[in-house]
Structures are given as C-alpha cells and as structure tokens.
C-alpha cells in the first residue's frame, strides 16, 4: 500500500485514489508522481528524502519520519557549507556577518521548510510542533528538542495522522 500527496491539499491519500477524501480534488495518476512523492517504502536515496521535505514546503501538519528530517538537516548543512564557500570565492561574504549573499538567502529559502518539517516530526513522535520553542532555553532547550526529534516515531495513528513508517 502506497500513499502519495494530494495536489491540492497536500494530505497523504492512496497512490489510487482518483479525488483527495480531504479536499475532493482530482488526482492525475503517474508512475513519476506517485514515486517522488513518497518514500514509505524507503526507497530512493538521501536526497530524496530532502527532496520530499522541500515539496512539503509549508505543510506544517501531518508527520514526518526520522529519515525526512535528518536527512533534510544534512543537506541543508552541507548545502550551506558550500554556499559559504563559494561566497567567500566570490567575495560575496562581508567579514563583519557570519553568512555571505548565497548563504543567507538560501537560509532564508529553507527557513519555511525547515519549520514545517521540524514541526510534522515532533508530531511524529506524538508532540504538538510548539514544542520548537523549547530551543529558545539555552542548552538545556536545544538538548530537550534533539532528544525529542531523534525519538522513534509512536507506531500507532495519533491525532497528527498515521504513522509514516507502516504506509
């Protein structure tokens, strides 16, 4: 059984459905799109999954599996670090900041993002997504949060969707 995202609402559906039971939308059905746009079965690669979080660009509700959000966070920073740099090649980076001209609107690029899929996965781990908030103390916050994003995902649909691994 394989889920794919609704076009119109973005909500997870049957990879056969012909409308969205959420939104009533009308699904095209294509080999290419029910592939890329999940990865359930775990298959692709790395940067699928960062691929995947990027499609849900703002899609704050739903969940999202472990594999999702580390690897999103991997590519985000080694993305950056290469950003940085080609800013400093290019002298786009000014001493006096700590991110260049590339570096700082591709952070501004995944800010959205990177919210969305930092909020699907605590609500993978059955968490509302203000728990991000928690990061805002200082160490003891940022330990909380790591220690609750690399929590294993509660197999059972809780009231943020179904589990992400078993669909």
Same mark, same amino acid.
């Given at each position: 059984?394989?889920?794919?995202?609704?076009?119109?609402?973005?909500?997870?559906?049957?990879?056969?459905?012909?409308?969205?039971?959420?939104?009533?939308?009308?699904?095209?059905?294509?080999?290419?799109?029910?592939?890329?746009?999940?990865?359930?079965?775990?298959?692709?690669?790395?940067?699928?999954?960062?691929?995947?979080?990027?499609?849900?660009?703002?899609?704050?509700?739903?969940?999202?599996?472990?594999?999702?959000?580390?690897?999103?966070?991997?590519?985000?920073?080694?993305?950056?670090?290469?950003?940085?740099?080609?800013?400093?090649?290019?002298?786009?980076?000014?001493?006096?900041?700590?991110?260049?001209?590339?570096? %700082?609107?591709? *952070?501004?690029?995944? &800010? $959205?993002?990177? +919210?969305? @899929?930092? !909020?699907?996965?605590?609500?993978?781990? %059955?968490?509302? *997504?203000?728990?991000? &908030? $928690?990061?805002? +103390?200082? @160490?003891? !916050?940022?330990?909380?949060?790591?220690?609750?994003?690399?929590?294993?995902?509660?197999?059972?649909?809780?009231?943020?969707?179904?589990?992400?691994?078993?669909?």
């Amino acid at each position: 059984m394989s889920m794919v995202f609704c076009r119109a609402c973005g909500k997870e559906i049957h990879e056969t459905a012909v409308t969205c039971p959420h939104c009533g939308a009308a699904q095209a059905k294509t080999a290419a799109a029910s592939a890329s746009s999940t990865l359930a079965d775990d298959t692709g690669n790395a940067f699928d999954w960062y691929v995947m979080a990027l499609k849900k660009y703002a899609i704050f509700d739903g969940r999202s599996r472990r594999k999702e959000y580390w690897f999103y966070l991997l590519f985000t920073f080694l993305i950056s670090i290469g950003l940085a740099i080609v800013d400093n090649i290019t002298g786009t980076s000014s001493f006096g900041s700590s991110t260049g001209l590339l570096g %700082g609107l591709y *952070a501004l690029g995944t &800010l $959205i993002p990177g +919210l969305a @899929v930092t !909020g699907r996965r605590l609500h993978d781990t %059955g968490r509302s *997504a203000r728990w991000m &908030l $928690i990061a805002l +103390l200082p @160490v003891v !916050g940022w330990i909380i949060l790591i220690v609750f994003l690399a929590s294993d995902s509660h197999p059972a649909e809780n009231q943020y969707g179904s589990c992400p691994k078993t669909m």
